[in-house]
């Protein structure tokens, strides 16, 4: 039987700004290498994880907010991560948890969000596999022998046991750096092709990176990307409005590749240099962000504010106190501090508390998508050839089931 998803978080466009999103970083333990990374530095410290006891206290005092986004370090290495997503789900009726991985545990995965479905059956769970490229470069790209394969096999996993599960959504992550840029648009044909994601999203490196040099877009190799995989993303809107019907089937389409349009846009305007995003940043106002080891700030991109642990881990006492205040103030919604990103969890957390300003730039962002628009095609001898041009392992790919009949 298929399971509908609920209606997302953020689908509820709202004026009152309020807690909304809590950035919880629930460990400082990796087993990746990835070049990119803007939290190696922070990691490198090995400060002790904030305890259950400290996080379960977060959670109390936390009241009732829409959405958890839990982050690492690798997330799967935090022994009692599927206690503290429960814990948040009873004591704050959250309705949507972002649950990024590098799928280098494949079975936990499937094991925790299974346990997840059950223990939680109210809220949307999105499982987003970080995969950067194919083979090589991806295992280049996140520094682990083997990753690509373990992350393919995950996302299969995935698809067999939550194939009718709306309330799972299936999400492939790319950052674009030096290493895949220029496989990018093949590769997000061949994942459509093989696997029922429910989108893909590209993320461009930001902060300071492992290694230097990796960061390599600019606004117009930006543009350019983000048109040439624009029909990747319509083809991901009509899968995605599949099981809908009457009015909902038009509206879904409009909203999706509105907002991921618009999102795009904001960041090329980004890339290259501050440039206001057309609506209020709501750091600090609506988003709240964790650290491992219990520092807090407004934005993952701005400096630490204090530590949680000196407020008795009492959130609303943090969202209230000085130094919070004083942030925002210093940010002025963007516009006093010139600090203007391009990361996307800010500007999808913005877009939703800014109705007026930002349904033109939805409207627009769907139109240059309509015009971007082409068929595609994904037979079988189409993705084979990808198989063969980046050199994948097809025996690998046989027996993790990513493509069936004879490996040869």
Same mark, same amino acid.
Not at 27 to 54: H, I, P, Q, R, V
Not at 144 to 165: I, Q, S, W
Not at 325 to 330: L, N, S, T, V, Y
């Given at each position: 039987? /298929?399971?509908?998803?609920?209606?997302?978080?953020?689908?509820?466009?709202?004026?009152?700004?309020?807690?909304?999103?809590?950035?919880?970083?629930?460990?400082?333990?990796?087993?990746?290498?990835?070049?990119?990374?803007?939290?190696?530095?922070?990691? =490198?410290?090995?400060?002790?994880?904030?305890?259950?006891?400290?996080?379960?206290?977060?959670?109390?005092?936390?009241?009732?907010?829409?959405?958890?986004?839990?982050?690492?370090?690798?997330?799967?290495?935090?022994?009692?991560?599927?206690?503290?997503?429960?814990?948040?789900?009873?004591? *704050?009726?959250?309705?949507?948890?972002? !649950?990024?991985?590098?799928?280098?545990?494949?079975?936990?995965?499937?094991?925790?969000?299974?346990?997840?479905?059950?223990?939680?059956?109210?809220? *949307?769970?999105?499982? +987003?596999?970080?995969?950067?490229?194919?083979?090589?470069?991806?295992?280049?790209?996140?520094?682990?022998?083997?990753?690509?394969?373990?992350?393919?096999?995950?996302?299969?996993?995935?698809?067999?046991?939550?194939?009718?599960?709306?309330?799972?959504?299936?999400?492939? +992550?790319?950052?674009?750096? /030096?290493?895949?840029?220029? @496989?990018?648009?093949?590769?997000?044909?061949?994942?459509?092709?093989?696997?029922?994601?429910?989108?893909?999203?590209?993320?461009?490196?930001?902060?300071?990176?492992?290694?230097?040099?990796? /960061?390599?877009?600019? @606004?117009?190799?930006?543009?350019?990307?983000?048109?040439?995989?624009?029909?990747?993303? +319509?083809?991901?809107?009509?899968?995605?409005? *599949?099981?809908?019907?009457?009015?909902?089937?038009?509206?879904?389409? !409009?909203?999706?590749?509105?907002?991921?349009?618009?999102?795009?846009?904001?960041?090329? +305007? *980004?890339?290259?240099?501050? #440039?206001?995003?057309?609506?209020?940043? #709501?750091?600090? @106002? #609506?988003?709240?962000?964790?650290?491992?080891?219990?520092?807090?700030?407004?934005?993952?991109?701005?400096?630490?504010?204090?530590?949680?642990?000196?407020?008795?881990?009492?959130?609303?006492?943090?969202?209230?106190?000085?130094?919070?205040?004083?942030?925002?103030?210093?940010?002025?919604?963007?516009?006093?501090?010139?600090?203007?990103?391009?990361?996307?969890?800010?500007?999808? =957390?913005?877009?939703?508390?800014?109705? /007026?300003?930002?349904?033109?730039?939805?409207?627009?962002?769907?139109?240059?998508?309509?015009?971007?628009?082409?068929?595609?095609?994904?037979?079988?001898?189409?993705?084979?050839?990808?198989?063969?041009?980046?050199?994948?392992?097809?025996?690998?790919?046989?027996?993790?089931?990513?493509?069936?009949?004879? =490996?040869?």
């Amino acid at each position: 039987m /298929k399971i509908k998803r609920k209606e997302s978080s953020f689908r509820a466009i709202n004026t009152n700004r309020k807690l909304e999103s809590v950035f919880l970083f629930v460990t400082g333990k990796c087993n990746a290498k990835c070049t990119m990374c803007f939290y190696a530095d922070d990691m =490198s410290k090995k400060e002790e994880d904030l305890t259950f006891e400290e996080i379960k206290k977060i959670s109390e005092s936390a009241g009732e907010f829409n959405r958890l986004w839990i982050s690492g370090g690798e997330p799967t290495l935090r022994e009692d991560l599927p206690e503290i997503l429960e814990m948040f789900y009873r004591n *704050n009726k959250i309705k949507d948890i972002n !649950f990024p991985t590098n799928a280098l545990k494949p079975d936990r995965v499937i094991e925790w969000v299974k346990r997840f479905r059950q223990n939680c059956p109210d809220c *949307n769970i999105n499982v +987003s596999i970080s995969l950067d490229g194919f083979g090589k470069t991806h295992d280049i790209q996140r520094g682990v022998p083997g990753n690509f394969y373990k992350a393919v096999e995950t996302l299969k996993k995935l698809d067999d046991h939550f194939r009718d599960d709306g309330k799972v959504l299936k999400n492939v +992550s790319t950052v674009i750096t /030096k290493y895949n840029l220029e @496989e990018v648009y093949d590769f997000m044909m061949w994942i459509y092709g093989r696997f029922n994601t429910s989108t893909h999203t590209i993320e461009a490196a930001r902060g300071m990176t492992r290694e230097d040099g990796v /960061k390599i877009l600019t @606004e117009s190799t930006l543009r350019k990307l983000q048109d040439m995989i624009s029909p990747v993303y +319509s083809a991901y809107a009509e899968r995605m409005v *599949n099981d809908t019907s009457g009015l909902r089937k038009p509206i879904t389409r !409009f909203f999706y590749l509105g907002l991921i349009r618009t999102l795009y846009n904001v960041r090329a +305007s *980004n890339i290259d240099k501050p #440039t206001p995003w057309g609506m209020d940043c #709501t750091a600090g @106002e #609506t988003t709240l962000v964790i650290d491992y080891d219990g520092r807090f700030r407004a934005c993952e991109l701005r400096e630490p504010l204090g530590n949680v642990k000196d407020y008795g881990c009492d959130v609303d006492a943090v969202m209230r106190g000085y130094p919070m205040k004083q942030e925002i103030e210093a940010i002025g919604h963007g516009y006093a501090a010139n600090c203007w990103c391009t990361h996307g969890c800010w500007i999808t =957390s913005s877009i939703i508390f800014n109705p /007026k300003k930002m349904l033109l730039e939805v409207y627009k962002g769907y139109r240059q998508t309509k015009k971007l628009y082409k068929p595609l095609s994904f037979d079988e001898s189409f993705l084979q050839g990808l198989e063969g041009k980046y050199g994948l392992d097809r025996e690998k790919l046989y027996q993790s089931g990513v493509i069936t009949g004879s =490996s040869n």
